[in-house]
């Protein structure tokens, strides 16, 4: 290859196709950002959308990370204590926990784990914005179920969806942005078709 052939190449060219077509994905802005642009403090603002802990940390937990000694050491790739302890506390066996940087990366896997071009990947609007965009990355079919007018599931549509076969359902709960919880017979009703069923709490304790 010439000089001036790579001169001429867009790198754009080779990004797979469905990845340069598909839109962006619209994260929550920063408080400064958010202050700047309403021409307020970031201490007006109370920033309620991205399950933030307003408070910051506990003084405890600010004196201990001082205290760490091993930032410049890789940590434990198995994360076995942090997962013995998230076990003993939530009442499972260690070896059931993932851990990830924040629910994205643990979504993010669960797609990479189960979908594959053209596999069905469903949800129900309006929710978090983030199960969409994950089916695009894959390639996936995404099929949206839209929610009933008080942001409960519509079970029989849903169900007639499942019924064609799906690789994911991601379903939030409490579900984001509307605040619905997903009923417990309901996610059982759900469980019972052949679909790996993501159901994401990452706003249970807000």
Same mark, same amino acid.
């Given at each position: 290859?010439?000089?001036?052939?790579?001169?001429?190449?867009?790198?754009? %060219?080779?990004?797979?196709?469905?990845? *340069?077509?598909?839109?962006?994905? *619209?994260?929550?802005?920063?408080?400064?950002?958010?202050?700047?642009?309403?021409?307020?403090?970031?201490?007006?603002?109370?920033?309620?959308?991205?399950?933030?802990?307003?408070?910051?940390?506990?003084?405890?937990?600010?004196?201990?990370?001082?205290?760490?000694?091993?930032?410049?050491?890789?940590?434990?790739? /198995?994360?076995? /204590?942090?997962?013995?302890?998230?076990?003993?506390?939530?009442?499972?066996?260690?070896?059931?926990?993932?851990?990830? %940087?924040? %629910?994205?990366?643990?979504?993010?896997?669960?797609?990479?784990?189960?979908?594959?071009?053209?596999?069905?990947?469903?949800?129900?609007?309006?929710?978090?914005?983030?199960?969409?965009?994950?089916?695009?990355?894959?390639?996936?079919?995404?099929?949206?179920?839209?929610?009933? *007018?008080?942001?409960?599931?519509?079970?029989?549509?849903?169900?007639?969806?499942?019924?064609?076969?799906?690789?994911?359902?991601?379903? /939030?709960?409490?579900?984001?942005?509307?605040?619905?919880?997903?009923?417990? *017979?309901?996610?059982?009703?759900?469980?019972?078709?052949?679909? /790996?069923?993501?159901?994401?709490?990452?706003?249970?304790?807000?």
């Amino acid at each position: 290859m010439t000089d001036e052939t790579q001169k001429k190449t867009d790198i754009r %060219s080779l990004v797979r196709p469905h990845l *340069e077509a598909m839109p962006g994905y *619209e994260p929550v802005e920063p408080i400064d950002v958010m202050a700047r642009r309403l021409g307020m403090r970031a201490d007006q603002i109370s920033k309620l959308d991205g399950n933030e802990n307003p408070y910051g940390a506990s003084p405890k937990v600010a004196e201990r990370l001082g205290r760490f000694g091993t930032y410049h050491i890789y940590p434990d790739p /198995a994360q076995r /204590a942090v997962r013995d302890a998230i076990g003993k506390y939530v009442g499972v066996d260690p070896e059931q926990i993932v851990l990830g %940087s924040g %629910s994205d990366e643990v979504l993010h896997l669960a797609a990479s784990l189960f979908v594959s071009p053209g596999d069905r990947v469903i949800t129900c609007p309006p929710t978090f914005g983030m199960y969409e965009f994950l089916a695009r990355i894959y390639d996936a079919d995404f099929v949206a179920v839209p929610r009933n *007018e008080d942001f409960t599931l519509d079970l029989p549509a849903l169900e007639r969806v499942l019924g064609g076969g799906a690789k994911i359902l991601y379903l /939030a709960s409490p579900n984001n942005p509307t605040g619905t919880p997903l009923p417990r *017979e309901q996610l059982l009703r759900l469980l019972e078709y052949p679909v /790996a069923v993501v159901v994401d709490e990452a706003y249970a304790e807000f």
